[in-house]
């Protein structure tokens, strides 16, 4: 069980502070190592076919091709939609249902079943399961999604709950502190890191499952297009459609998820 | 004699895990304004007895009565318990806060707090960039910061160094003796329990007791060097040395042992 629990905020790189190099070199290799790697794929797609490894121009075609109907916004927006619907029920559910079970006994001994039935059961078993109870809509991607996704975010609270110090909550008591006020002033700011890591891994579940439903659903979404895509042998159109999820997933990465966490741990020792 | 303000009668504390009890058969009283030292080896008790008065443990036997609920209590641990999310202002913020100031009244007494221990500038810091002493000293401020009716101090100045140490050990006598504050210190140090106490009681090591309780006659001498000058002082201190080595020696045999070299 413990395996799904992220190490919260890591305070220093791999490497430390041992040797400083020059601010551009990291970066440097990452670029260059995405330019090698799009070589390679430029190289070595004329050698194939098509339908098996369709050259980036190709891919780039599609895109525009999707862009200019309409039909890559639509379909972004529609998974979207599931993504955010899902995380969103799984943060809200996930926070105060983590807090109460980390604190109380009587509800991590009842919950227990239905959180290990939860983390086991595989997920096409969640999606058959939803299909049968209310059918192929964006109400059972999200249902599936949510369920599946639930108990990576969860036992991150968990855990972080039982990480608070007690030596905190006890000198809020001592200054009269009411429960509430211990509950936003001592508990919820140290359970933050261990919610950022679980929202983190929480999020790419999410996509995951979301894709996956959308793909044996046959709802609106990019998994839905995914499997047109290659039941046509449109492999261009395959490539293009994972490429958007990888740049979405980044754009929510520096776009939303770093800011909101260097936000939430300024207090952090850096270094 | 005024009507105490605090009541120990017969208190006992045993913890749940442990079989053996920690408190036996405390009998104190403590008078309004006045301030108590608790002497006694490491690991008696004598937290136990800030801890139910804090109401963060209960009494197993016995009770203790407050015969007043409006006090704003204070307690300074021997750690700091700083929260680390926080700057050291909105740590300090944080007692006032439980007591219903808030905002710009909240900051500037945080501030004027954090001027007393000598942290002025800090206050935007968070605690990881603060040396052990000045958190610890934080935390005196956090407690200050109140202007309690009840002050409860477990070693506070252990973790500083020598000079801060006399230096707020003389300014918490000042602000203390301003406010009316009744407090309760727990020490290790017997010139530190001379230096602050009205009285110093001393306790037995495990189950703790009572052994004696001591009235420090030093009213208005209250400098360091004043004290050490008293003609009282060399006396008093040797009695209370002399009723707490055996007691040491008891809760840790060990330190007696002949050490080979």
């Known amino acids: 069980m413990a395996t799904d629990v992220a190490t919260p905020a890591p305070t220093r790189t791999a490497h430390g502070p041992r040797r400083r190099r020059r601010r551009w070199v990291r970066p440097v290799r990452v670029v260059g190592a995405a330019v090698v790697v799009y070589l390679a794929w430029a190289l070595l797609a004329p050698q194939y076919p098509g339908y098996i490894l369709p050259a980036p121009v190709d891919v780039w075609g599609s895109f525009l091709e999707a862009f200019g109907r309409g039909v890559w916004t639509a379909e972004v927006l529609a998974t979207l939609e599931h993504l955010v619907t899902a995380f969103g029920i799984v943060i809200l559910v996930g926070l105060p249902l983590g807090i109460l079970i980390g604190r109380s006994a009587i509800a991590e001994d009842l919950s227990r079943v239905v959180l290990v039935f939860l983390q086991t059961v595989p997920t096409i078993v969640l999606i058959a399961l939803a299909l049968v109870v209310s059918g192929a809509n964006d109400g059972s991607v999200v249902g599936v999604a949510v369920a599946g996704a639930l108990t990576y975010f969860l036992l991150n609270v968990i855990q972080g709950t039982r990480a608070i110090d007690p030596d905190l909550v006890d000198m809020a008591r001592a200054y009269r502190a009411s429960e509430s006020a211990i509950m936003r002033s001592v508990v919820l700011p140290a359970v933050v890191p261990f919610f950022l890591a679980g929202a983190r891994i929480t999020l790419g579940v999410v996509w995951q499952i979301c894709l996956f439903a959308e793909y044996l659903m046959g709802t609106d979404g990019v998994g839905f297009q995914v499997s047109t895509a290659i039941k046509l042998l449109d492999t261009k159109a395959v490539f293009m459609w994972g490429l958007s999820v990888v740049a979405l997933t980044l754009l929510l990465e520096y776009g939303v998820i770093r800011p909101v966490e260097r936000r939430l741990t300024r207090h952090v020792k850096k270094d | ?261």
């Open chain 2, 1 to 261: 004699m005024v009507e105490p303000l605090i009541r120990f009668c017969d208190v006992g504390k045993t913890y749940a895990r442990t079989a053996d009890p920690v408190l036996e058969g405390v009998d104190l009283d403590v008078a309004p304004g006045e301030l108590v030292a608790i002497i006694g080896p490491s690991g008696c008790g004598k937290s136990t007895l800030l801890n139910l008065l804090a109401g963060l443990t209960d009494v197993t036997v016995g009770s203790i009565e407050l015969s007043r609920d409006d006090l704003r209590s204070a307690y300074v641990f021997q750690n700091p318990r700083l929260l680390p999310w926080r700057s050291v202002r909105r740590n300090v913020e944080f007692s006032l806060e439980q007591v219903g100031v808030t905002g710009k009244d909240a900051r500037c007494q945080a501030e004027a707090a954090l001027d007393l221990v000598h942290l002025t500038g800090h206050g935007d810091k968070f605690p990881h960039q603060l040396s052990g002493g000045m958190q610890q000293r934080a935390a005196l401020a956090r407690g200050l910061a109140l202007r309690p009716g009840l002050l409860l101090l477990d070693e506070p100045f252990g973790a500083l160094d020598a000079l801060t140490r006399s230096y707020l050990q003389e300014e918490l006598l000042g602000i203390v003796a301003a406010l009316g504050t009744t407090t309760l210190l727990v020490t290790h140090d017997i010139d530190e329990a001379l230096l602050l106490a009205d009285r110093v009681v001393v306790m037995s090591s495990r189950p703790a007791r009572i052994r004696r309780v001591f009235d420090v006659p030093f009213k208005g001498t209250r400098t360091q060097d004043e004290l050490l000058a008293h003609p009282q002082f060399a006396p008093l201190r040797h009695e209370v040395r002399a009723l707490l080595r055996p007691e040491v020696l008891t809760a840790d045999p060990s330190i007696a042992a002949p050490v080979r070299v």
